[in-house]
């Protein structure tokens, strides 16, 4: 089994490096058969020299936009890279570049895909024993209500935490849901896209499930970040969506 780490970056010359070398250390520990796709987002710091320093030390490949285009943009195109070459039971494992994500989590996830024959495994600040540690009081808080508001309002079974980037797909699921909604699987602003694209993905499979995880936004590195406006903007579509389609009952 291949194991997929799908990271996005965008001006994380500090984060990444921190990354990639926590990566290396847990791979050759445990014996992780895998690959890294980072997509540089338009990155205008020393990313690109960075992932170019690792290249030859570990089994990278880059996909690199010559301009910023957003968290959607990133996740479609990594994805379908995936997709296109993967065998049906590997491992997409997606986080953040930024050293907020701590990699030894991804043995949990991986963990909990195998032995509860999961499709989707959530690295969860909301399931007990996660967290979030230094984060801003607006992210904080909007990541808490609405993780409350989606919990109600769409419910997907065991699923607490609908907007983290980090979490494990097992590959089959991500191909299932190309074909079912094409390039409007990934479809959002913001950071949204990603609640937008678990929201699809479990009209697909009932196996998801989480693990928990504390967000360390206090070690934060790089310039990347939430775009407050759109992310609401993201959000407040998501609502309006779903009330909607409870509204002509469909």
């Known amino acids: 089994m291949m194991i997929y780490l799908l990271l996005p970056a965008y001006n994380e010359e500090e984060g990444l490096e921190y990354l990639l070398n926590r990566i290396d250390r847990i791979t050759k520990a445990f014996s992780i058969n895998y690959k890294i796709i980072i997509v540089d987002d338009g990155s205008t710091d020393h990313t690109e020299m960075v992932i170019r320093s690792y290249s030859n030390l570990m089994p990278i490949e880059v996909i690199r936009f010559s301009e910023n285009k957003g968290v959607t943009e990133v996740f479609r195109i990594g994805f379908k890279k995936i997709c296109g070459e993967a065998a049906d039971d590997d491992i997409c494992v997606t986080m953040d570049s930024d050293n907020t994500q701590n990699p030894y989590v991804m043995l949990d996830l991986l963990k909990v895909i195998n032995d509860q024959k999961a499709d989707i495994v959530i690295a969860s600040r909301f399931e007990k024993g996660g967290g ?119």
Do not use: Q
């Open 132 to 250: 979030v540690v230094g984060a801003p009081f607006m992210r904080k808080w909007l990541s808490i209500g609405i993780s409350h508001i989606l919990r109600r309002l769409i419910n997907i079974k065991g699923v607490k935490d609908y907007s983290t980037f980090y979490r494990a797909y097992r590959v089959s699921v991500l191909k299932k849901g190309f074909e079912r909604y094409g390039g409007d699987l990934i479809k959002g602003h913001g950071f949204s896209a990603m609640a937008r694209l678990l929201i699809k993905l479990g009209t697909i499979t009932d196996k998801i499930r989480e693990t928990p995880f504390i967000l360390r936004y206090d070690l934060k590195e790089g310039g990347s970040g939430m775009n407050i406006k759109r992310t609401i903007l993201g959000y407040l579509y998501i609502i309006t969506e779903h009330v909607g389609r409870d509204r002509d009952g469909r």
